[in-house]
């Protein structure tokens, strides 16, 4: 079962970029990496996934190097409402769901 | 995407008692999940709900404590059974996107608190 570890917070400005990382040293050869984002009061919202090396969509860039073993989801130009918590979650729905495991999390906080 | 909704959205229990939450999706799905999300903590995966068969659960977590229902492809419940303050957690389902491998769509999560 892959643990996943993630800092617990992190503090940014407005317009910086975040990046944030994810250790799963025993993540599985058919394990996907996902990252969520989650607010107050809701469920988790997906973000970004890839299996290896860089992943790039519209809100943010996932890399992951060739060991898998971390993986670094990066924010570019953060802005307020990017304060959330940030999860990454290891595993593979294929399987049957079996196995997901969630990060520790990481609180964003994005201040002016 | 996929459209999640759950009942209650929250609720206050006693200490013994079974609480049963509704998972409603507004699209045929293969797999639901159930996931637990202590006070400030991270999620963990309760049990996978296939239609047609017996939910698989996760380590640490049985079926007479937490019995699943999944009548059709759109619908599933989550009992807590004898509950404890132990409990006292936000219950979140979830379905795996029909667009992305590995992609899961979450419901609001219902909050319940044991006392």
């Known amino acids: 079962l892959a643990k996943t570890t993630q800092p617990i917070s992190m503090d940014s400005y407005e317009g910086q970029e975040v990046n944030i990382t994810c250790s799963h040293n025993?993540?599985?050869?058919?394990?996907?990496i996902t990252w969520y984002q989650q607010f107050p009061s809701q469920g988790p919202r997906f973000i970004i996934q890839g299996y290896k090396t860089k992943v790039t969509n519209e809100v943010a860039s996932l890399f992951i190097p060739a060991d898998r073993k971390s993986s670094t989801l990066s924010l570019p130009r953060v802005s307020l409402s990017d304060t959330a918590v940030y999860y990454c979650l290891v595993g593979d729905l294929t399987g049957g769901g079996n196995k997901l495991t969630f990060g520790t999390g990481t609180q964003l906080k994005v201040e002016l | 995407s996929a459209v999640i909704s759950q009942k209650p959205s929250r609720d206050i229990c006693q200490r013994g008692t079974s609480l049963t939450i509704q998972c409603q999706v507004d699209s045929q799905v293969t797999m639901m999940f159930w996931y637990r999300q202590q006070p400030g903590q991270s999620l963990t995966l309760i049990a996978t709900a296939n239609q047609g068969s017996e939910a698989t659960y996760e380590s640490g977590f049985v079926i007479d404590k937490f019995p699943i229902s999944r009548p059709n492809l759109t619908f599933s419940t989550l009992t807590v059974s004898n509950m404890s303050p132990e409990d006292s957690s936000i219950y979140l389902c979830?379905?795996?996107?029909?667009?992305?491998?590995?992609?899961?769509?979450f419901g609001p999560g219902t909050r319940l608190t044991v006392l």
């Open positions: 025993n993540i599985a050869t058919n394990d996907y």
């Open positions: 979830s379905v795996e996107s029909s667009g992305r491998t590995n992609e899961q769509f």
